[in-house]
Protein backbone atom coordinates (compact mmCIF):
# COMPACT_ATOMS: atom_id res chain seq x y z
CA UNK A 1 0.00 0.00 0.00
CA UNK A 2 0.84 3.67 -0.21
CA UNK A 3 1.48 5.61 3.19
CA UNK A 4 3.86 8.14 4.40
CA UNK A 5 4.23 8.35 8.30
CA UNK A 6 6.10 11.37 10.44
CA UNK A 7 5.74 12.35 13.41
CA UNK A 8 3.52 15.51 13.82
CA UNK A 9 5.49 17.54 16.23
CA UNK A 10 9.12 18.04 17.01
CA UNK A 11 10.13 21.00 19.39
CA UNK A 12 13.68 22.20 18.92
CA UNK A 13 16.22 25.08 20.54
CA UNK A 14 17.30 27.86 18.41
CA UNK A 15 20.97 27.10 17.41
CA UNK A 16 20.46 23.09 17.70
CA UNK A 17 20.38 20.90 14.68
CA UNK A 18 16.50 19.21 14.30
CA UNK A 19 16.22 15.86 12.57
CA UNK A 20 12.41 15.24 11.06
CA UNK A 21 11.97 11.46 10.45
CA UNK A 22 9.52 10.26 7.90
CA UNK A 23 8.65 6.08 6.81
CA UNK A 24 6.88 5.05 3.74
CA UNK A 25 6.15 1.52 2.92
CA UNK A 26 5.99 1.43 -1.09
CA UNK A 27 9.81 0.12 -2.18
CA UNK A 28 8.91 1.64 -6.01
CA UNK A 29 9.26 4.84 -4.76
CA UNK A 30 11.26 6.53 -7.20
CA UNK A 31 11.58 10.15 -5.73
CA UNK A 32 11.55 11.13 -1.63
CA UNK A 33 10.91 14.60 -1.22
CA UNK A 34 10.92 17.21 1.40
CA UNK A 35 8.61 20.16 1.21
CA UNK A 36 8.26 23.16 4.02
CA UNK A 37 4.64 24.91 4.64
CA UNK A 38 5.38 28.67 6.52
CA UNK A 39 2.31 29.85 7.73
CA UNK A 40 -0.61 31.03 5.46
CA UNK A 41 1.12 30.11 2.49
CA UNK A 42 1.77 27.02 0.09
CA UNK A 43 4.45 23.89 -0.05
CA UNK A 44 7.66 25.19 -1.25
CA UNK A 45 10.25 22.16 -2.17
CA UNK A 46 13.42 21.97 -0.43
CA UNK A 47 14.74 19.23 -1.63
CA UNK A 48 14.52 15.75 -2.98
CA UNK A 49 16.53 12.74 -3.41
CA UNK A 50 16.71 9.77 -5.87
CA UNK A 51 15.67 6.67 -4.65
CA UNK A 52 19.12 5.20 -6.03
CA UNK A 53 21.25 7.27 -3.34
CA UNK A 54 21.37 7.54 -0.18
CA UNK A 55 22.94 11.29 0.93
CA UNK A 56 22.12 14.56 0.05
CA UNK A 57 23.33 17.55 0.96
CA UNK A 58 22.52 21.54 0.88
CA UNK A 59 23.72 24.34 2.53
CA UNK A 60 22.39 23.76 6.05
CA UNK A 61 20.58 20.49 4.74
CA UNK A 62 21.02 16.87 4.94
CA UNK A 63 18.57 14.42 3.18
CA UNK A 64 19.54 10.22 4.28
CA UNK A 65 17.42 7.71 3.02
CA UNK A 66 17.73 4.52 3.93
CA UNK A 67 16.21 2.18 1.30
CA UNK A 68 16.16 -1.02 3.32
CA UNK A 69 14.29 0.21 6.09
CA UNK A 70 12.14 2.41 4.04
CA UNK A 71 13.02 5.85 6.09
CA UNK A 72 13.66 9.52 4.87
CA UNK A 73 15.44 11.93 7.26
CA UNK A 74 15.91 15.60 6.70
CA UNK A 75 18.63 17.57 9.34
CA UNK A 76 18.50 20.80 9.38
CA UNK A 77 21.58 21.97 10.80
CA UNK A 78 21.79 25.70 13.26
CA UNK A 79 18.13 25.87 13.38
CA UNK A 80 16.70 29.17 13.38
CA UNK A 81 13.87 30.54 13.90
CA UNK A 82 12.86 31.01 10.51
CA UNK A 83 13.00 27.49 9.59
CA UNK A 84 9.85 26.90 12.95
CA UNK A 85 7.37 25.66 9.44
CA UNK A 86 5.35 22.19 8.84
CA UNK A 87 7.33 20.05 7.12
CA UNK A 88 5.98 17.47 4.95
CA UNK A 89 7.71 14.13 3.75
CA UNK A 90 6.42 12.96 0.12
CA UNK A 91 7.21 10.23 -2.13
CA UNK A 92 6.39 9.39 -5.74
CA UNK A 93 5.07 5.96 -6.77
CA UNK A 94 2.72 6.28 -9.64
CA UNK A 95 2.05 10.25 -7.80
CA UNK A 96 3.30 11.88 -5.71
CA UNK A 97 1.93 10.73 -1.69
CA UNK A 98 2.46 13.33 0.80
CA UNK A 99 2.77 12.87 4.53
CA UNK A 100 0.35 14.71 7.29
CA UNK A 101 3.44 17.06 8.07
CA UNK A 102 5.68 17.40 11.16
CA UNK A 103 5.32 21.00 12.65
CA UNK A 104 9.00 22.49 13.49
CA UNK A 105 8.91 24.67 16.42
CA UNK A 106 11.79 27.32 17.57
CA UNK A 107 12.39 27.27 21.11
CA UNK A 108 14.82 30.22 21.96
CA UNK B 1 3.53 37.78 -11.54
CA UNK B 2 5.41 34.41 -11.35
CA UNK B 3 4.94 31.07 -9.88
CA UNK B 4 1.37 30.05 -9.06
CA UNK B 5 -1.40 32.79 -8.03
CA UNK B 6 -4.86 31.51 -6.40
CA UNK B 7 -7.77 33.80 -5.57
CA UNK B 8 -10.01 34.27 -3.31
CA UNK B 9 -7.14 33.30 -0.47
CA UNK B 10 -10.11 33.42 1.81
CA UNK B 11 -13.81 32.12 1.00
CA UNK B 12 -16.90 31.83 3.20
CA UNK B 13 -19.68 30.93 1.84
CA UNK B 14 -23.47 29.03 3.26
CA UNK B 15 -24.66 25.92 2.18
CA UNK B 16 -26.22 26.70 -0.63
CA UNK B 17 -23.91 29.62 -2.37
CA UNK B 18 -22.26 28.58 -5.86
CA UNK B 19 -18.92 29.80 -5.90
CA UNK B 20 -15.22 29.14 -7.75
CA UNK B 21 -11.62 29.10 -6.78
CA UNK B 22 -9.38 30.21 -9.12
CA UNK B 23 -5.57 29.16 -10.07
CA UNK B 24 -3.34 30.69 -12.50
CA UNK B 25 0.73 29.56 -13.06
CA UNK B 26 2.88 31.41 -15.03
CA UNK B 27 5.69 28.47 -15.47
CA UNK B 28 5.12 27.24 -18.84
CA UNK B 29 3.61 23.86 -17.08
CA UNK B 30 1.81 21.36 -18.23
CA UNK B 31 0.14 19.84 -15.33
CA UNK B 32 -2.39 21.17 -12.96
CA UNK B 33 -3.46 20.07 -9.65
CA UNK B 34 -6.03 20.92 -6.92
CA UNK B 35 -5.28 19.17 -3.26
CA UNK B 36 -7.27 19.57 -0.32
CA UNK B 37 -5.20 20.19 3.06
CA UNK B 38 -7.49 19.49 6.41
CA UNK B 39 -6.00 19.85 10.25
CA UNK B 40 -3.99 16.63 10.43
CA UNK B 41 -4.60 14.58 7.72
CA UNK B 42 -2.71 14.23 4.99
CA UNK B 43 -2.96 16.70 1.87
CA UNK B 44 -5.82 14.87 -0.12
CA UNK B 45 -5.40 15.11 -4.17
CA UNK B 46 -8.51 15.95 -5.64
CA UNK B 47 -7.83 16.78 -9.57
CA UNK B 48 -5.18 16.37 -11.66
CA UNK B 49 -5.29 18.28 -15.80
CA UNK B 50 -2.36 17.01 -17.85
CA UNK B 51 -2.20 19.32 -20.72
CA UNK B 52 -5.62 20.43 -20.79
CA UNK B 53 -7.25 17.27 -20.05
CA UNK B 54 -8.35 15.53 -16.58
CA UNK B 55 -6.49 12.53 -15.96
CA UNK B 56 -7.06 11.60 -11.98
CA UNK B 57 -10.48 12.59 -10.31
CA UNK B 58 -10.12 10.61 -6.89
CA UNK B 59 -13.18 9.68 -5.71
CA UNK B 60 -13.93 13.72 -5.41
CA UNK B 61 -17.60 14.33 -4.45
CA UNK B 62 -20.02 16.12 -7.09
CA UNK B 63 -20.13 19.37 -5.53
CA UNK B 64 -16.61 20.09 -6.66
CA UNK B 65 -16.32 20.64 -10.34
CA UNK B 66 -13.05 21.27 -11.95
CA UNK B 67 -12.38 23.35 -15.06
CA UNK B 68 -9.16 23.94 -16.95
CA UNK B 69 -9.52 26.47 -19.83
CA UNK B 70 -6.57 26.29 -20.73
CA UNK B 71 -2.85 25.10 -19.57
CA UNK B 72 -2.43 28.01 -17.73
CA UNK B 73 -5.56 28.92 -15.56
CA UNK B 74 -7.71 25.72 -13.37
CA UNK B 75 -11.05 26.35 -11.57
CA UNK B 76 -12.23 24.73 -8.95
CA UNK B 77 -16.38 25.16 -8.94
CA UNK B 78 -18.36 24.87 -5.66
CA UNK B 79 -21.74 24.48 -5.00
CA UNK B 80 -23.95 22.89 -2.28
CA UNK B 81 -21.15 22.45 -0.05
CA UNK B 82 -21.17 20.76 3.39
CA UNK B 83 -19.14 22.40 6.40
CA UNK B 84 -16.73 19.54 6.82
CA UNK B 85 -15.65 20.67 3.15
CA UNK B 86 -14.18 23.65 4.99
CA UNK B 87 -10.74 23.31 4.61
CA UNK B 88 -7.45 24.97 2.62
CA UNK B 89 -7.71 24.13 -0.81
CA UNK B 90 -3.73 24.14 -2.87
CA UNK B 91 -3.50 24.08 -6.37
CA UNK B 92 0.16 22.69 -7.85
CA UNK B 93 1.77 22.71 -11.60
CA UNK B 94 4.40 20.81 -12.43
CA UNK B 95 6.16 20.76 -15.73
CA UNK B 96 4.83 17.11 -16.65
CA UNK B 97 1.97 14.46 -15.10
CA UNK B 98 3.97 12.43 -12.38
CA UNK B 99 2.09 8.92 -13.51
CA UNK B 100 4.22 5.90 -13.46
CA UNK B 101 5.03 6.67 -16.73
CA UNK B 102 7.13 9.84 -16.05
CA UNK B 103 10.64 9.44 -14.98
CA UNK B 104 11.28 12.88 -13.60
CA UNK B 105 10.98 13.84 -10.14
CA UNK B 106 7.81 15.91 -10.83
CA UNK B 107 8.27 18.42 -8.68
CA UNK B 108 6.05 20.16 -7.73
CA UNK B 109 5.28 24.54 -7.13
CA UNK B 110 1.89 25.12 -5.00
CA UNK B 111 0.21 28.27 -4.56
CA UNK B 112 -0.83 30.10 -1.25
CA UNK B 113 -4.59 28.59 -1.09
CA UNK B 114 -7.58 29.40 -0.47
CA UNK B 115 -8.95 29.37 2.51
CA UNK B 116 -12.67 27.74 2.54
CA UNK B 117 -14.97 28.46 5.48
CA UNK B 118 -18.42 26.97 5.00
CA UNK B 119 -21.05 27.79 7.27
Known amino acids: GEDVEQSLFLSVREGDSSVINCTYT??????LYWYKQEPGAGLQLLTY?????DMKQDQRLTVLLNKKDKHLSLRIADTQTGDSAIYFC????????FGKGTRLHILP | ETGVTQTPRHLVMGMTNKKSLKCEQH?????MYWYKQSAKKPLELMFV???????ENNSVPSRFSPECPNSSHLFLHLHTLQPEDSALYLC??????????????????FGAGSRLTVL
Open chain 2, 92 to 109: ASSQEYGSVFSSGANVLT
Open chain 1, 26 to 31: DSSSTY
Open chain 1, 49 to 53: IFSNM
Open chain 1, 90 to 97: AEKVNKII
Open chain 2, 27 to 31: LGHNA
Open chain 2, 49 to 55: YSLEERV
